[in-house]
């Protein structure tokens, strides 16, 4: 467990590394991710409530206003857990330890998982076998362990990874979008 926790702290310092080296790249990465997402939505009518997420700096740019006929709701971390919420540009706050952009529950509505179709998920890397790394924390990992939506992880080709060391609560996806391919993980 202590090599496995080592080996994604190396990991993530290695992604982080990365993303800094690539960042005057990003935004056009982020164009193309869009695009793939486009494509997979296409694939994906029925699913009309999509969980996703308001990116930090170096994570993938997504412009969620592209699909008007996709209801998206957002996670705002409570204590040790996660729960989203509907909510709009004006409902939004930064999380004052993340500096991440929330919805603030005084304004927005909170939606059971049941409600939700699909999950978006960022990530510090991915692998093709749906294999995520997150920040470290788990709050994904804990909300989705249950759940059988559709979990697709968004992200930057030059972040895949052969392989991810994996716990028992790591939550794998079902599909993962890079600005590259669309993987569907079997």
Request: aromatic share 12%; hydrophobic share 40%; net charge neutral.
């Amino acid at each position: 467990m202590a090599l496995q926790k080592r080996s994604k702290d190396l990991l993530r310092k290695d992604a982080w590394l990365l993303l800094q080296e690539q960042q005057d790249f990003l935004k056009q990465k982020s164009l193309k991710v869009e695009g793939n997402l486009a494509k997979f939505f296409a694939s994906q009518q029925n699913a009309k409530c999509w969980a996703a997420f308001m990116p930090l700096s170096l994570e993938v740019q997504i412009d969620y206003s592209r699909w008007p006929d996709k209801d998206f709701v957002f996670p705002r971390c409570e204590g040790q857990s996660m729960s989203f919420y509907r909510a709009n540009p004006d409902t939004f706050e930064k999380h004052a330890k993340w500096q991440v952009l929330e919805p603030n529950p005084a304004l927005a509505k909170k939606v059971n998982a049941n409600e939700i179709d699909g999950f978006l998920l960022p990530g510090l890397a991915f692998s093709t076998k749906g294999q995520r790394l997150g920040k470290g924390k788990a709050y994904y990992d804990k909300y989705l362990q249950n759940l059988s939506q559709t979990k697709v992880g968004l992200t930057f080709e030059f972040l895949m990874k052969e392989e991810i060391p994996q716990e028992s609560t790591d939550v794998k996806m079902d599909f993962v979008i890079t600005d590259e391919q669309i993987i569907e993980v079997n």
